[in-house]
């Protein structure tokens, strides 16, 4: 048993208890008990004293890329597979020191992540839960040979509702398609559609007669109304919108944007780096990505948080920069990047029965901050310690 002295709780981040401190018991796996400051006496126990300190639930990124590093991509692209897995793997806790306790990769080389997130239900090596999509399901398009063999390309229905079979028969928690041109793709267009209404409704139809939810890489606004009306989960990036756009997500209750204001910005921050489409793009781009983000707060739109990470340097633990954008450039407070890092991640994936809010019963995913996190996002950089499945984590 371990007992969490004196913690400080986020009250919209807690459920079951009111107060603002308390000493949390994990038993197991399990938060076991939520009690009043000081009023547990447990001598057995491993106690850890938390006072002027705050626990929340482990943070939960929605959209990353453990498969890629922000290195050049066609080094990338020959290095083996035993290579790039164990890189996966120092990525992916490179993560979970930082708080990130659940992780989701939306597309790989190879389906290399689905093996190393089986390897992390198991025990076997440490890491984030990991929810894995493998490779990207994606029409035919140009730029796609640009990574290699991170896309399985179909071009008909027929071609979607198999390869979402494929997936699901090799372990796959989600199925990611692409919906529109991408940012990275060279002589791909953001805001183009590049699959067909009827083909994506077959994926979606194959996809929820295996229990699997889908996520379609969307920058444009017909593709994006496409997604709702298809009966997509998370629509990825969804950059570009119109008024029509907002009023559907309002009157949906099954499909959420999952923003990624990261990278656009740091193509424009850092150009020095990046090949020179990318730049050019996120130029177009990084006005609109922010006035969307104020159209979600406007309209009280439920939200995911996500980094992209992967798609540039040193982005991988380094979530506070996408914390830093929501907060200084989108508006947001940082009570409400939290909320989206959290309590809205897990609902929108599907797994707020296990995380996402400290409750009695769920998952001890746990991460503790110096500081108040909640008033200055800075304090996130502070992170104390790292608690996963109730084991406290040291890598």
């Not at 089986?118 to 890491?127: L, P, Y």
């Not at 990207?136 to 796609?144: K, R, W």
């Not at 798609?311 to 947001?332: C, D, K, L, Q």
């Amino acid at each position: 048993m371990l007992v969490l002295k004196n913690a400080r709780l986020i009250p919209e981040l807690t459920e079951g208890y009111t107060e603002t401190t308390a000493d949390v018991v994990v038993e197991g796996s399990q938060i076991a008990d939520i009690r009043p400051a000081g009023s547990v006496s447990a001598e057995a126990a491993e106690v850890i004293d938390l006072n002027g300190k705050t626990l929340m639930p482990g943070l939960i990124e929605g959209h990353l890329h453990l498969d890629l590093c922000g290195k050049n991509t066609f080094e990338e692209n020959v290095e083996p597979d035993s290579y790039r897995i164990m890189r996966c793997l120092k990525l992916a806790q490179d993560n979970l020191k930082k708080g990130y306790t659940t992780i989701r990769d939306v597309g790989d080389r190879n389906n290399i992540t689905i093996g190393l997130a089986k390897a992390v239900n198991e025990g076997m090596v440490t890491g984030p839960d990991i929810l894995t999509s493998g490779v990207i399901l994606s029409p035919t398009e140009m730029g796609n040979d640009f990574f290699g063999t991170m896309y399985a390309e179909c071009d008909s229905p027929a071609e979607f509702t198999k390869a979402v079979r494929r997936q699901y028969q090799l372990g796959a928690d989600w199925i990611k398609i692409m919906g529109t041109g991408a940012v990275m793709n060279p002589g791909g267009e953001p805001g183009m559609p590049i699959i067909y209404e009827e083909e994506l409704q077959a994926a979606c139809r194959a996809a929820d007669y295996v229990g699997l939810p889908v996520a379609v890489h969307c920058h444009g606004t017909e593709a994006i109304k496409m997604c709702i009306r298809c009966g997509v989960r998370t629509v990825e990036h969804s950059s570009i919108m119109d008024e029509e756009c907002i009023e559907m997500y309002t009157k949906t209750d099954w499909s959420f944007p999952m923003p990624t204001l990261s990278p656009m910005v740091n193509f424009l921050e850092f150009p020095e780096d990046k090949p020179k489409h990318y730049v050019e793009k996120a130029k177009r781009m990084v006005e609109t990505l922010l006035q969307g983000a104020s159209w979600y707060k406007k309209n009280h739109i439920k939200i995911g948080w996500a980094t992209d990470a992967g798609v540039y340097t040193g982005s991988h633990g380094n979530g506070i920069y996408e914390f830093r954008i929501r907060v200084n450039m989108a508006g947001f407070t940082p009570l409400e990047t939290l909320l989206q890092a959290t309590k809205n991640n897990a609902e929108i994936l599907m797994i707020d029965d296990k995380v996402g809010t400290v409750k009695v019963g769920k998952r001890a995913n746990l991460a503790i901050f110096d500081g108040n996190p909640d008033e200055d996002i800075e304090a996130l950089e502070k992170v104390h310690m790292v608690i996963k499945a109730g084991e406290i984590v040291k890598l």
